[in-house]
Nanobody
Framework: QVQLVESGGGLVQAGDSLRLSCAASGRTFSSWTMGWFRQAPGKEREFVAARRGSSGNTYHADSVKGRFTISRDNAKNTVYLQMNSLKPEDTAVYYC?????????????????WGQGTQVTVSS
């Protein structure tokens, strides 16, 4: 049974940093595509970043490019989202997602497994 468990969220001030973690279990995820999405109150879930397991290629949404970085530690079955220079508009619930397929990695429908989410709140 695949499980994804996020951690690392919290309340921070604008300009601060946070690192989110997503611990995966139930499979060997080294070849999987892992992604981060977020959902703010009253808004649709949006893509943040993703990383291919096989190639190591990454892709970040324009809204976070240069501030957020996705990485993974295959030995620990963990994917990270380093978030720097946080802004109030980054406030959302952040979700980790995973898929063994090679579909469009910015679409939430491409992912088969999801974590429960972790809240990130950035005050101005």
């Amino acid at each position: 049974q695949v499980q994804l468990v996020e951690s690392g969220g919290g309340l921070v001030q604008a300009g601060d940093s946070l690192r989110l973690s997503c611990a995966a279990s139930g499979r060997t995820f080294s070849s999987w595509t892992m992604g981060w999405f977020r959902q703010a109150p009253g808004k649709e879930r949006e893509f943040v970043a993703a990383r291919r397991g096989s190639s190591g290629n990454t892709y970040h949404a324009d809204s976070v490019k240069g501030r957020f970085t996705i990485s993974r530690d295959n030995a620990k079955n963990t994917v990270y989202l380093q978030m720097n220079s946080l802004k109030p508009e980054d406030t959302a619930v952040y979700y980790c997602a995973a898929t063994p397929t090679y579909q469009n990695w910015v679409r939430s429908a491409s992912y088969d497994y999801w974590g429960q989410g972790t809240q990130v709140t950035v005050s101005s």
